[in-house]
């Protein structure tokens, strides 16, 4: 199955209307904060304890919001480029007294405004297929990691059979595409586990 883009899906518009981003954040907030709560079991058992965290394409921003009861003394940035959604996370960090330590700017993954080697943790779960250069963001992910540090990445596997109940699969990238996509990054010690094609890394220096 060839794959299509984010255009091509529709799936875009979503983040286009107010109400229609605001349903987004509401359905995809439980998978978001078990997402930070993976990344903290993650990082707990890799012994890393990060004093920057970037979310690139933060969404409802519940990853981050769920990350910062577990990583206390953490600075946690999360980037965007739908206002409703930022708007949305800020309130909720707002809400718990968070808004001082968790961040949500206003940013494109393929043009990071961030000095290199800047993070000790990048972030992303679900936002590779929603850009026109994936390999860029990838290398923009790299760039801002910090010797040493971890990128984690959750990817979308294309798929026919789930596109015919959400058609944002086929969207999604292949294993293979993947590989060849990690190969044009500064990415090393790259490891690509199954199911929704996580991808952890670290950034060559």
């Known amino acids: 199955m060839k794959r299509a883009s984010i255009q091509e899906t529709g799936f875009d518009r979503i983040f286009q209307n107010v109400e229609l981003a605001a349903g987004y954040a509401k359905r995809h907030a439980a998978s978001a904060r078990r997402a930070g709560a993976r990344l903290a079991r993650f990082l707990n058992r890799a012994s890393c304890s990060p004093a920057r965290v970037l979310d690139v394409g933060s969404g409802s921003g519940d990853t981050l919001l769920e990350l910062a009861e577990h990583l206390p003394d953490a600075e946690l940035v999360g980037v965007d480029l ?19 330590r968790v961040r949500f700017e206003e940013a494109s993954a393929t043009a990071l405004p961030y000095d290199d080697v800047s ?14 250069d994936p390999v860029r963001m990838l290398n923009e992910c790299a760039r801002v990691l910090k010797p040493g540090g971890v990128a984690r990445i959750r990817v979308i596997r294309r798929s026919w059979l789930l596109s015919c109940v959400e058609g944002i699969f086929r969207s999604g990238f ?9 190969a044009q990054t500064s990415f090393e010690q790259v490891a690509i586990r ?5 991808v952890t890394s670290q950034a060559r220096r």
């Open 174 to 182: 292949t294993r293979h595409e993947i590989a060849e996509m990690l």
């Open 82 to 100: 739908c206002q409703t959604l930022l708007d949305i996370s800020r309130r909720k960090a707002s809400e718990r007294g968070l808004d001082g």
């Open 119 to 132: 993070f000790d943790v990048v972030f992303s779960q679900d936002t590779l297929h929603m850009v026109d």
């Open 194 to 198: 199954s199911g929704l094609l996580y």
